[in-house]
């Protein structure tokens, strides 16, 4: 039976229709296929009103091409009798190929896959199945017409069965390219629906009543609905290769957005780590190497903060575009922070290319940038990793160039460093350190010595300066030298200083009369806004004068912001406070800033002092600080006195106080008070 069938469909085809109209058809329903399945996955695909949009669009163009190529094949049957159509009903079949598609289409997007796929493709094999038969109906033959039921059936399983797969296959692959099965089904559908129902249609000529169609009438009829069906179907696919190319054309917008520094047009973090990743897989198979380089620049946040953020952003701009220029052509430079930069530069095994490249580096952003009227004096430090020889992971090679770059910046910044394993250990210990140090201002493991003043008119002890100490638990005795530095990087200095200065002011509120105590501040607290109202907190709580109390800034803290230093000294001399310069002509000794700011006291550094009298120049520079002083009407303080020597010297050349090793070492709070106890009772050194 099924031979039969096969066979019947067979000779209904090639014995029954006229080829060329068939092969006709064949184009038109493949061509139109591929359209409808791909308007239908963008269908699928599209959500909220414009899905409304594109499921119009698919129908449209599917039912259209579906209807031409049932119109064209049935114009190509061949009954040998006279034909004609319908108007009406032929009509009618093309809205419901239309709308029967248009309603699978909707049913297709059900959320449960196979429910979906039976539904919406079963309902689109349906509507091709009655706009089959609707178009049948309308085909007038004058002979005896004659439907073979069991072809009709088989007809309409066909259709549902392949829609159904063509849906499902569709819904599979919609992440794909082009889904050729599902088109391939699609066809399968049209066809078996068409030949086999055509199969199912019989005519019987009636003598008499002519011998067959106008085969040049309905030749003609054919390529005209051709046309206009491919019309269809062409400006479907022109809409949605337009709708494609905004697409791609948005989402290549949003890659450079998402890959690239919308600031200075450079490539991004995350496309840097993505180079970085791909080149270290390239080196699992024998790629070639490649050298990795940080950037961080010197100097930027005081420019940042003083200047602005707009002016910091045009500074980041020119920047960006030296890095361009030092690099070679096919390095890759990124901005993956603030003001950090990364190269990589494909192909550098020579340690000594490397080190040019991070040479010029810094070279280039050391030069002075003008930018708006404005001179912005930077300057870089550079870490540098070599791959693979320091290493082939992506995460590895990232932390040995920041490891490199955190050296490169505790050399002095600047400057240029190569991983090396032994730096590991060395940053080991700084965080460690770094961790103790958060734990000791948790514990309040900070302790305060006194170094005491000596006056040399009176040869009496006029006070004492404050020293921080600290004594870890874990580490014995920690050099302020090695913590404080660290402290300013973490931002607990501010709370040590507030700290230090609450117990400075306690103390000396029990020593006699008179007596001042001097506390040192880091230029971080004197940046921070806050001074002045930790000084006053630490006066009332304390109880002690405002004039007894001294508080000791370097030339460095007046360099980072002379404005914003400026009115933080005023804030601090309002309250009745005095302020002294500490380690004068060791830093930038500027004359200006004796004018400029409210300075009552000049400390001499002890560098200078411990070279007299021997020493011609220190001696002069001791000699000449001393008379400035007395010319501005300012006390002069000589640090490092360790010799009868020094003191004799000293003295002599007009410095009134002194402290060194000669007169006492720091000391603690209770020897302090002893200390002075004594002196209450016997005012003579001597």
């Known amino acids: 039976m099924f031979e039969g069938s096969v066979l019947r469909v067979l000779t209904c085809l090639f014995h029954e229709h006229d080829l060329m109209l068939v092969l006709l058809a064949a184009l038109l329903c493949v061509v139109g296929s591929y359209v409808s399945i791909q308007l239908f996955r963008r269908t699928l695909q599209a959500g909220g009103g414009s899905r409304f949009h594109w499921c119009f669009l698919a129908s ?25 159509f319908d108007a009406t009903l032929t009509i009618i079949s093309v809205v419901i190929a239309i709308f029967g598609v248009g309603i699978g289409l909707f049913l297709s997007t059900l959320r449960n896959r196979w429910f979906g796929a039976l539904c919406g493709g079963g309902t689109i094999g349906l509507a091709i199945a009655a706009m089959h038969y609707v178009g049948m109906f309308a085909y007038r033959a004058d002979g005896i017409v004659g439907w073979l039921p069991n072809y ?15 849906i499902d296959r569709l819904r599979v692959h919609d992440d794909e390219g082009h889904p050729w099965a599902a088109t391939l089904l699609l066809v399968v559908a049209i066809v078996m ?4 129902g055509m199969a199912a249609f019989t005519v019987t000529p009636i003598a008499g009543f002519g011998s067959g169609p106008q085969s040049e009438v309905f030749v003609a009829m054919a390529s005209a609905i051709a046309m206009a069906a491919l019309l269809i179907v062409g400006t479907g ?31 991004n973090r995350h496309a840097f780590n993505g180079k970085l990743r791909r080149l270290c897989q390239r080196l699992v198979r024998g790629g070639p190497p490649f050298a990795l380089l940080m950037v961080d620049l010197d100097r930027f946040k005081p420019i940042n903060d003083s200047l602005g953020h707009p002016f910091g952003d045009k500074v980041l701009k020119a920047v960006s575009a030296r890095l361009q220029e030092a690099v070679r052509d096919n390095d890759m430079v990124a901005r993956i922070g603030g003001d950090e930069f990364a190269v990589i530069a494909p192909g550098v095994d020579d340690p000594s ?31 540098i990793t070599l791959a693979p020889a320091d290493g082939k992971d992506a995460e590895t090679l990232t932390q040995q160039v920041d490891i490199a770059l955190y050296h490169a910046k505790n050399e002095g910044r600047g400057r240029h460093c190569f991983f090396d394993p032994s730096l590991t250990e060395t940053l080991r210990e700084r965080r460690l350190l770094e961790a103790d140090l958060r734990r000791a201002c948790m514990r309040e493991e900070f302790e305060v010595y006194f170094q005491p003043i000596l006056d040399t008119a009176t040869r009496e002890f006029a006070g004492a300066e404050a020293l921080v100490r600290w004594h870890s638990p874990e580490r014995g005795v920690v050099s302020p030298v090695l913590f404080i530095p660290v402290a300013e990087e973490l931002g607990l200095v501010t709370t040590i200083g507030a700290l ?128 400035l002083g007395e010319s501005l009407q300012m006390e002069v303080t000589a640090e490092g006195i360790e010799t009868d020597a020094q003191y004799s010297y000293v003295a002599e050349h007009g410095c009134r106080h002194m402290q060194g090793f000669l007169f006492s070492r720091p000391v603690d709070a209770a020897t302090l008070a002893r200390l002075f106890g004594t002196h209450e009772k016997n005012r003579s050194v001597a």
């Not at 449209?60 to 004609?84: D, E, K, N, R």
């Not at 949605?240 to 600031?263: F, N």
């Not at 708006?372 to 550079?382: E, K, M, P």
Request: glycine share 8%; aromatic share 6%; net charge negative.
């Open 353 to 383: 290319v490397a080190r040019l490249l991070a040479e010029r580096i810094v070279e280039v952003l050391s030069r002075p940038f003008v930018i708006s009227g404005q001179v912005a004096d930077l300057g870089a430090s550079v870490g």
């Open 500 to 627: 230090v200065l609450e117990r400075a002011c306690a103390e000396a509120a029990t020593w006699p009369d008179g007596m001042t105590v001097a506390v040192n501040v880091s230029p971080v607290q004197m940046m921070g806004g806050r001074l002045a109202s930790t000084i006053a907190q630490a006066l009332h709580k304390s109880g002690l004068e405002p004039g007894r109390l001294e508080i000791e800034i370097t030339e460095t803290a007046l360099v980072t912001d002379d404005e914003l230093a400026l009115r933080a000294l005023e804030e601090v001399r309002a309250l009745g406070v005095k302020i002294s310069l500490d380690d004068f002509g060791t830093g930038y000794s500027s004359l200006s800033y004796l004018h400029r700011f409210p300075i009552d006291r000049i400390k001499i550094d002890a560098s200078f002092v411990n070279q007299v009298p021997h020493d011609p120049g220190s001696a002069s520079i001791v000699r000449a600080i001393a008379q």
């Open 60 to 84: 449209v163009c599917a039912g259209s091409s579906i209807w031409g190529t049932h119109f064209i094949a049935m114009l190509g049957y061949q009954p040998g009798v006279p034909v004609t």
């Open 193 to 196: 629906l068409h030949f086999v």
């Open 152 to 166: 009709v059936a088989l007809s309409l399983a066909c259709v549902v069965v392949f829609g159904a797969l063509a």
């Open 237 to 267: 696919i022109s809409t949605y290769l337009v709708e494609m190319r905004t697409r791609v054309d948005a989402q290549d917008r949003l890659h450079h957005i998402a890959m690239h520094d919308t600031l200075t047009g450079l490539q």
